[in-house]
C-alpha cells in the first residue's frame, strides 16, 4: 500500500461548509490518513502542489457511460423520438463485451473533469462493473430486474444478499422509467425492495409528455404519487431529472428522503425545461448533480454542469443571486455521492477514501484569485483539472492518462463498436436512413 | 518570415458551409499560403496533425480583456448594482499601465479556448493597442470618445485619418451604451462616424430596464430606433447583447446591416435574459458571438458560449433542433469576424491570415468520432485545443504558452493590481466593506 503525500496544499472541504484551508494531506493507501500543516510524517512519494487546490471528486449523480456510441450520432431530437428513433434500435444491436469497451470512453472522459465516479444506469450490470474494475474507475451500478423476469433471482442471489459493494463497485436498486415499465414489474421492483430495505432510483419527470402519459394511464395520478403508490420510496432513493414536479410530489420525495440528480445540459439540448432546483432546494430536498449521458449531452464535464445549473436558475428566477456557486460546488460533490449511497468518500477528511482532485491555479482562467471556490464554479473547466485521484490511484495528471489500457486502445475499440451500430441500424429496412449521421 | 506545414490534417472551412476535408495547410509568414492533398512545398517545420481538425481561430465579438481584476470578485449582482457598486468604483482607481498589464491575463485565456481576436471594448485604448502588440494577439479596439471631448479631434488624428489598421490590431468606434453616454456626446460620435463613414459599436438592449429607461428619457423611443434616429448606424456597426430587441428595432438592423454580438453566459449570469438568436438569424440580422468580460462571465471559453447559445434557444423555444450546431460553429468564427471588420480571417483559404487553431481528436470527448463539426460545439472544451496560431505565430501548444512573457510573470502582475484595486475600494468610506471579496 503507497503513502502519497501532497505537500503546500489549498484543501477544499465542503461539508458541513466550503471552506479552504493550507494544509498538507497523507494519502496511505485508498484513504485519507491525515490532513494538517506541514505534517510531519513519512510518504513514499512527495507531490508538492504549491499552493493548488485539493478538492473531493466530483460525484457523477446520473450517467449511461457506455453510451459513448450516441456522441454527436443523431443531435436534434426530442426525448420520445430520440430514444425510440435512434438509441434503442442501436441498443437492440449491443453485442456482448461491448458496455464494457463502450463504458471507457466516458471513464477516461470523466477524468479529465474531475470526476471520481458515476452512478451508471444502463444494460448490463456485469459488464458495466468489469468496466469499471478494469478502468479502476468508482462507480454505482444500478440494478434494473424489471422487464427480465429472471434476474430479480439473480440479482437477490449475487448482489442483495450481503454483497451490494464490492470494492471500487456499488450497487442500487432501481428500474428506467414508469412510462417504460409496466405495472407487475413495477410491484416485483417495489417488493424487491421491501424485502431488503434498499433505497430506489429511476427516470422520472423528465419531461411534460412523460408526466403527462403517466397522468393518462394512471387514474390522475402523477409519476412521483402513483410510484410512491406502490411504495417504491418507502426506503428512500433518487430520481433522474425531476423537472416537472408538483408540490405534491416534492412534498413526497421531501418525506421519502429520496434525492434529485438535475441534469441541466441534458436538459436544454433536450429541451426538456428547466428544473426549479432552488425550490427544491429550499423545501429540504437533496438535489445532486448529473451529466446523463454522451448521447444527449454531449460532454460528460461536471463544469458545464455546475456553470449551467445556476446559471439556469438566474435565468429561470430573473435573478442573478440565486442558486450561491458555493452550493452548486455541494450539489456537484457531497450531495450526488449521498444521493448515491457514496458517503465514504463525500469530502476530503480523514478516514474518507482517497477520491481526490487537484485543481490548477496557475490556468489564466483561474486568475488572478480572488475568490477560489466560487472561481471553479464560474470559471473552471478541463484544463484547469491537474490531477484526478480514485482509490487513492493517480489516474490522470498533467493532461496524460495513467490507466492500465491506453486510450488509443479503448478509443479504437469503441469506434470499431460504433461503426458496427451504425452500420447495421442504417441497414435495417425499417428506418430511415438519414437519421444516423 | 517562416513556413510552417501542417501534414495530415482534418482542415474545417465555415464559409458559405460548415466542411471538413482531408488536406495539407501552409502556412507563410502570417498568411495561409496554401491548401490541399499532400502538398509538394518546402518548409521550415513540418506538424503532423495525425487526422486532428484545424479550423479558423474563434473571434471573440464583445469583451473586456483588462477586467480581470473583476473575475469573482463580486458574484450575484444585477447589472445596474454590479456596474455601480463593484466595477465603477474600481475602474475609478485604475493607473497607469494597470489596463495593459490586466489584458494579458485575459489573452491567455483566449489562447487555452482557441480565440485568435478580440473585439476590445474599454477605456484606454493606446494600453489596449499596447497589450496586444506586446502579447502577439489580435485585438480590435473600440475607440470611445464621448464624455472625453479631447479625445475626438486625437481619434481623428491618430487612428481615423488613414490609419485605422496598425497590423495586429485595428480599430471601430463606438460609446458605452445609450444609457451611459449624454446626447451632445452620442450626436459628435454621430457625425464623427459620418464624417469617416464608419461603422459604429455598442452596448444595447441587453437588459429590460436599460430598455425602458431609453423609452422614459427619449420620447418613448427604444434604444435602437432613438440611435437611428441620429443617424449612428448609417454606415452599420454592430450592438453587443441584443437581448431584448423590438420587432421594428429587428427591421432597423437588418436595414442598416447592423449586427448582434449575443453573450450568452453573461446575459445568464446577470439574470439579463435570453437573446431570440434563431428569429434574428431568420431575418436576416448578421449573429456573432462574445463572452464579454471576465468579471461578469466569468471565464473566457468560446466552447462555453457556443453550447450555451444553441442549449438556450432550443430551451426557449421549447424545440431540441432550434440553432443547428453548425450555424453556431460560424457565429463562433466568420459571423463575429465579419461584424469585427476580420474578414481577413474569418475562415481558413489562402491568402486569408493564419489565424488557426487544432482541435485534438484524441481527447476522450471527441471520441467515438461520429459528427466532429457538431461535436466541437456539443462536447468540446478547453481541453481539445492542441494549438493555437494568431498571424503566423503559434502561442499555445499542448497546454503551454509560447509567448514572449511568461504566464507567471502575467499572473503576479495582474494580482498586485487587483489587490491594491479591492484594498483601496474597501477602505473608500461610502462602499460597503461586504461588496468585495
Redesign the interface.
Known sequence: MSRILFRNARVLTVTPKVKIRREDLLVDGNKIAKTGKKLKVEADRVIDCQGNVLMPGFKNGHAHSAM??A???S????LWD?LNKVIFPMEARLRPGDIRELSK??F??Y??SGITSCFDMYLEPHEQTQAAKDFGMRSVVLLQPAGHPERYDQYRHEFLNGHMADGLVTYQLGFHAEYTVNYPELEKTSKLAHEYRLPVFCHSNETYRDVNSCIDRNRSLRPIEFLDGLGMFDYGGGIFHGVHLSENEQYILKTRKVGIITNP?SN????S??AHVEYYLEKGIKVGLGTDG?GS?????M??EM??V???Q??Q??????L??LTVLQMATCNSAQIMGLSACDDLQEGKLADIVMIDL????M??????A??IV??????CVKMTMIDGNILYM??KFYTKEE??KI?SK??EI??RL?REVRTAAYLPTRII?
Not at 362 to 365: A, E, F, L
Not at 378 to 383: E, L, Q, T
Request: aromatic share 10%.
Open positions: 459513448s456510441f456522441r454527436s450520432c443531435d436534434g431530437y426530442r430520440w470512453v466516458s477516461l472522459e477524468l479529465t445540459a436544454c439540448k433536450l429541451a425545461g428547466i454522451p449531452n454531449n460532454a460528460l464535464d463544469f458545464r456553470y449551467l445556476t446559471a439556469l438566474k435565468i428566477t430573473n435573478d442573478p443571486t440565486a450561491d456557486a496557475n490556468r489564466p482562467s486568475q488572478p484569485i480572488n475568490d477560489i466560487r472561481n464560474y470559471a473552471g473547466g478541463k484544463d498533467d493532461g486510450p488509443s478509443y469503441a469506434q460504433t461503426s451504425k449521421k
